[in-house]
């Protein structure tokens, strides 16, 4: 029993016993420094070291952002900050998928691939029904309704597009200015996929909107060239074809009668200077002959 004493005894002497470091230079071995140090002093140091470094660590992690980077660390404050933007992004996506869509029903109108009566099963709609509406045209209208209110919004109007859009009009009663006067050397068809009829004029004539609207279309196309398309209330597109020159860009207004192209022999799909126009009600093409008077 006599022996425990004594051995942490001579523990705590060899803790507490002085060495002494001396730094010398190794070429001429000049003495530059000398210290005593004890292996307590060394274990108190390090301790000491070790535990000045923990609590930094501890405070960088409380007390500034870098808690938000540790996996499982939950801060009540930034939740409702991530439930924003998850919502945010959310509605950024569903805009996005609209838009896409509604660009692919515009390709389809511009490239004369419309849908039609005969594409469309039958039991989906009663002869002689006049407000045919399938799903996927109904889903194509509100997603135009809301690309262009989106588009209204962006450029600064405050008139209530949305609302002139709910009240629903005839078109046998609704005035269409003439896009262009001429002779017809073409008509509607939908036995050959022709959607519009063609109107022959003479070199640099005006093709005019045949109602106010904003211009939703105005590019090239290797098939119908120089093409413009409008959106107008009603339900009501009108797109104007095989132009040489477009004068409106994508997001202007125009008001009914306003040049917004010159005629043309543009695109692979005409022989000489004529206009092509198209009317599309509530994303079903119509003979225009039926409402516009092109003499």
């Known amino acids: 029993m006599s022996d425990i004493p004594s051995e942490k005894k001579s523990r705590l002497e060899r803790l507490k016993h002085t060495y002494r ?3 010398m230079n190794n070429e001429t ?5 000398s210290y005593q140090l004890s292996l307590l002093n060394v274990y108190i140091f390090l301790s000491t070291l070790m535990v000045v470094v923990a609590i930094l660590v501890i405070s960088l992690i409380v007390f500034t952002p870098l808690k938000r980077y540790i996996p499982g660390y939950a801060n009540a404050s930034a939740q409702p900050e991530f439930i924003r933007l998850n919502q945010e992004v959310d509605s950024l996506k569903e805009l996005v998928e609209a838009q896409e869509l509604y660009n692919a029903s515009i390709r389809k109108m511009l490239m004369g691939e419309g849908e039609t009566l005969k594409d469309i099963p039958e039991g989906q709609y009663a002869p002689g029904d006049t407000n045919l509406q399938v799903d996927r045209i109904a889903e194509d209208e509100l997603l135009r309704q809301e690309v262009a209110m989106e588009e209204i919004r962006d450029i600064g109007q405050t008139e209530d597009f949305g609302a002139q859009r709910i009240a629903e009009i005839p078109l046998e009663q609704l005035y269409f200015t003439p896009p262009l006067t001429g002779e017809l050397s073409a008509g509607f068809s939908l ?3 022709h959607f519009g009829v063609d109107i022959l004029a ?4 005006p093709i005019k909107a ?3 609207g904003w211009v939703i279309a105005s590019d090239w196309t290797l098939e119908t060239g120089h093409t413009i398309g409008i959106q107008h209330d009603n339900n009501l597109i009108s797109f104007y074809k095989h132009n040489s020159v477009l004068l409106k860009e994508i997001g202007s207004y125009v008001k009914a009668g306003e040049a917004v192209a010159i005629i043309g022999n543009s695109g692979t799909l005409s022989d000489g200077p004529h206009l092509h126009f198209e009317l599309w009600h509530k994303g079903l093409p119509v003979d225009p002959i039926q409402y516009i008077n092109f003499n």
Not at 29 to 33: N, Y
Request: aromatic share 6%; hydrophobic share 40%; glycine share 6%.
């Open 21 to 23: 470091l001396v730094i």
């Open 29 to 33: 071995f000049e003495e530059i420094g």
């Open 191 to 193: 036995e050959k996929k």
């Open 202 to 205: 003479p070199r640099q004539s």
């Open 210 to 212: 045949i109602m106010d």
